[in-house]
């Protein structure tokens, strides 16, 4: 069977048809719109998935936000320019016509991660450093969605009782420190409105701010980890997300987290589906591989 593939992020939207060997083609990607409305997201899905849906038999959707009975919640609606909620599974039905399973991006990641490690692990997290930064937990094999879908999301955890408002409303969270959007919004002076992408570009160059504020992410995200490892005892810690794969990101994390005392340690790795693993993840869950 092909599955419809695709992933909601707070940046783009990327949609691919996948078979039963988890082989992706015809990958596609556009821009996420920034709306309040519903409207604008409903078009850009129309778009991504007219060349695609008529060879699909169902659709899986891996989305941003708190995924419960197949409607996007916004945890952090300012990574989607204000929206706060948008009927998922509704509007994807409504479109293609095929049965359709919506879960969040990071469990989606997480899933897809943990089949990777072909069993070396029972106990693994994801975590995404992105637009936001978003988190999957694999306990004993199995994956924790939570009562409300609200499980894993670790960017929501607190990084500095002083820092910056998170749009979720609390204060300092490690989103609001480490995400793609935490590291454009604290940029300065000849830096100030640069994306994330070519602040580290800049530091690439030299650049001193732009090191200090991907240092100042790397740090933040070491300091999740070892809460993460101290909740879950995880054996292993993937990272994904385009600020997570960024060329030295993850090196520098580790050198974080190696300040750490002995028992926050954990074998960290980027994600094996790169960019690819919301998109598989929730793929496999549509396989009924759960
Ligand atoms: P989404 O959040 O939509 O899933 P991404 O994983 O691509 O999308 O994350 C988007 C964030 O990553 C943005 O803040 C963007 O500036 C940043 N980004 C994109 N490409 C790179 C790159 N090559 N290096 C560092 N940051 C990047
Ligand atoms: C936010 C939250 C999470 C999401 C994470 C990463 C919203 C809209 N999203 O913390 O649900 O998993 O961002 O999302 O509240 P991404 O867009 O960076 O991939
Ligand atoms: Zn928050």
């Given at each position: 069977m092909t599955t419809l593939a695709i992933d909601i992020g707070g940046t783009k939207l990327a949609a691919t048809l996948v078979d039963d060997d988890l082989i992706a083609h015809d990958r596609r990607e556009l821009a996420t719109p920034a709306s309040r409305t519903p409207d604008a997201l409903r078009t850009a899905l129309q778009t991504l998935v007219a060349p695609l849906?008529?060879?699909?038999q169902r659709v899986a959707i891996a989305s941003t936000g708190i995924i419960r009975d197949g409607v996007l919640l916004a945890i952090n609606p300012d990574n989607l320019g204000?929206?706060?909620?948008?009927?998922l599974v509704d509007t994807l039905q409504a479109i293609t016509g095929l049965p359709t399973l919506a879960v969040n991006d990071a469990q989606a990641a997480a899933w897809a991660e943990y089949h990777a490690l072909r069993g070396d692990y029972r106990d693994m997290v994801f975590i995404t450093v992105s637009t936001g930064v978003g988190g999957g937990v694999v306990n004993d094999g199995k994956l924790v969605r939570g009562s409300g879908g609200?499980?894993?999301?670790?960017?929501?955890?607190?990084?500095?009782?002083?820092?910056p408002f998170c749009g979720c409303g609390r204060r300092g969270c490690v989103e609001v420190i480490a995400s793609g959007r935490g590291i454009a919004a604290a940029a300065e002076g000849e830096?100030?409105?640069?994306d994330a992408k070519a602040i580290f570009i800049r530091a690439g160059q030299g650049d001193e701010q732009a090191a200090r504020l991907i240092h100042r992410s790397a740090g933040a995200l070491a300091r999740l980890i070892a809460d993460t490892k101290a909740t879950t005892d995880c054996q292993c810690v993937v990272i994904g997300g385009s600020v997570g794969l960024a060329e030295g990101y993850l090196a520098l994390v580790e050198t974080y987290l190696a300040q750490?005392?002995?028992?926050y340690q954990v074998r960290l790795q980027p994600a094996h589906?790169?960019?690819d693993a919301g998109l598989l993840g929730a793929a496999l869950l549509a396989q009924g591989d759960k």
């Open positions: 849906a008529s060879r699909a204000g929206l706060l909620h948008f009927p609200l499980a894993g999301h670790l960017g929501h955890t607190l990084a500095d009782p002083n820092g830096l100030a409105g640069c750490e005392p002995q028992v589906y790169r960019h």
